[in-house]
């Protein structure tokens, strides 16, 4: 028996949750989405992250098992798949207890803390002792992560899809319920997946009001400072970021950024990007050469993108709208790539169950 299934949403989201369900030969794929990998957009969050893997879930949430259950996926795939633009990366993280209080400093608290759940999950991790601290900094830490070239991982994503049979197709989806009548076989839908993101907010059936954006202005260099750097947060304004990271194959380097709730906004803030660069030269002095300040990084991108925040956390469950089973992804603010292995995997769960109760129906 066959299963036709269709994913509203081509971001991270919408893709791994493809990929999963793609190695089921049974799956009949149909993905739908208005932007796909190569377009930038203030609609479409995947494409601006970093991305990388810094783990923020509080310990015993969803978010945390999620987060954990992801690690051991990108860590397989960026040893045996080269191509998908995932390299390993050292990684520095510096707390600041005066951030606590901050939008920047209450999202970091799990990275940042001393003694986090995850140093048990990424290798290498190791407390830098007090005396080698910079004046400011409480703790730091370093570890090994990922960094994810999201201009080569997505478009890889896709092709393992495609190699499977997949079919991607442009669309723009007014009710969720219309996203049933689009697989490629001309049939209707047995479920439907909805990644559409931030765009839960509007879509109709959904019009989840829970869903917000946290903006995030980003700077895209071709300098190459070697580890990964995050701060619990800056001088300059709490809902101010400060994080460096080089993506895989000549991906170019992220310099953030910002964490600005409920703020829209698409275009670059041009004294945003000054403040963004200057600190991290300032964290960071070898991103540049001596003597240098933000004339000795070579730009190749300013950028915003919106986390697609939801109060509550991330929406994983069945619904029913219309007559057409919905399975429910979406809602991963700033760590849509670190937990998208474990999302993807319970709404994988979720369609099987979905598709168990359809199959008994037809016997
Ligand atoms: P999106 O990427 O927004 O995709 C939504 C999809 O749905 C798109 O294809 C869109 O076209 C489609 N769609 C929406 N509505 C419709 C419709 N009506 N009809 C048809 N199609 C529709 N995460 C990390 O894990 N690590 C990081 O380092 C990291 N850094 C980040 C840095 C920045 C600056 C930003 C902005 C985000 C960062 N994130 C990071 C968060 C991450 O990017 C998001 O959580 C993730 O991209 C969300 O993916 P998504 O697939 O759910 O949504």
């Given at each position: 028996m066959s299963n036709n299934i269709v994913i509203l949403g081509a971001g991270v989201t919408g893709l791994t949750t493809a990929y999963l369900l793609s190695q089921d030969p049974a799956n009949k794929i149909t993905v739908i989405a208005k932007h796909m990998p190569g377009d930038y957009d203030i609609e479409y969050a995947s494409p601006?992250?970093?991305?990388?893997?810094?783990?923020?879930?509080?310990?015993?949430?969803?978010?945390?098992?999620?987060?954990?259950?992801?690690?051991?996926?990108?860590?397989?795939?960026?040893?045996?798949?080269?191509?998908?633009?995932?390299?390993?990366?050292?990684?520095?993280?510096?707390?600041?207890?005066?951030?606590?209080?901050?939008?920047?400093?209450?999202?970091?608290?799990?990275?940042?803390?001393?003694?986090?759940?995850?140093?048990?999950?990424?290798?290498?991790?190791?407390?830098?002792?007090?005396?080698?601290?910079?004046?400011?900094?409480?703790?730091?830490?370093?570890f090994t992560s990922v960094c994810i070239n999201t201009a080569v991982y997505l478009p890889w994503l896709i092709g393992q899809c495609v190699k499977t049979g997949a079919v991607f197709k442009r669309a723009v989806v007014k009710h969720i319920s219309e996203a049933a009548d689009a697989h490629h076989s001309g049939q209707k839908a047995d479920v439907v997946v909805n990644c559409t993101g931030l765009a839960s907010k509007t879509l109709g059936g959904v019009l989840d009001d829970?869903?917000?954006?946290?903006?995030?202005?980003?700077?895209?260099?071709?300098?190459?400072?070697?580890?990964?750097?995050?701060?619990?947060?800056?001088?300059?304004?709490?809902?101010?970021?400060?994080?460096?990271?080089?993506?895989?194959?000549?991906?170019?380097?992220?310099?953030?950024?910002?964490?600005?709730?409920?703020?829209?906004?698409?275009?670059?803030?041009?004294?945003?990007?000054?403040?963004?660069?200057?600190?991290?030269?300032?964290?960071?002095?070898?991103?540049?050469?001596?003597?240098?300040g933000i004339e000795g990084l070579s730009i190749i991108r300013h950028g915003v993108g919106l986390r697609p925040l939801r109060d509550g956390g991330p929406r994983v469950e069945k619904d029913q709208v219309d007559g057409v089973k919905i399975v429910h992804n979406y809602g991963h603010g700033g760590f849509g790539y670190q937990a998208s292995f474990g999302c993807a995997e319970d709404a994988v769960s979720l369609v099987n169950e979905v598709l168990q109760s359809k199959n008994l129906s037809k016997l």
């Open positions: 601006w992250a970093g991305a990388n893997y810094m783990p923020v879930g509080k310990e015993g949430s969803n978010h945390h098992a999620w987060e954990r259950a992801t690690w051991p996926a990108l860590k397989a795939l960026c040893e045996k798949y080269p191509e998908a633009g995932i390299h390993f990366r050292d990684s520095l993280i510096y707390n600041r207890k005066k951030d606590q209080e901050s939008a920047t400093g209450q999202w970091f608290s799990e990275l940042v803390q001393p003694n986090p759940w995850y140093k048990d999950v990424v290798p290498d991790f190791e407390a830098i002792p007090e005396s080698q601290l910079a004046p400011g900094i409480d703790n730091a830490q370093k829970k869903m917000y954006p946290a903006r995030g202005q980003i700077v895209v260099v071709r300098n190459d400072p070697g580890e990964m750097v995050s701060v619990s947060g800056t001088d300059d304004g709490e809902d101010e970021a400060l994080y460096i990271m080089t993506r895989a194959a000549g991906g170019g380097t992220i310099l953030g950024g910002s964490y600005q709730k409920h703020n829209w906004d698409a275009l670059p803030d041009p004294n945003l990007a000054n403040r963004i660069m200057k600190r991290a030269i300032a964290i960071c002095p070898k991103l540049v050469k001596e003597g240098e």
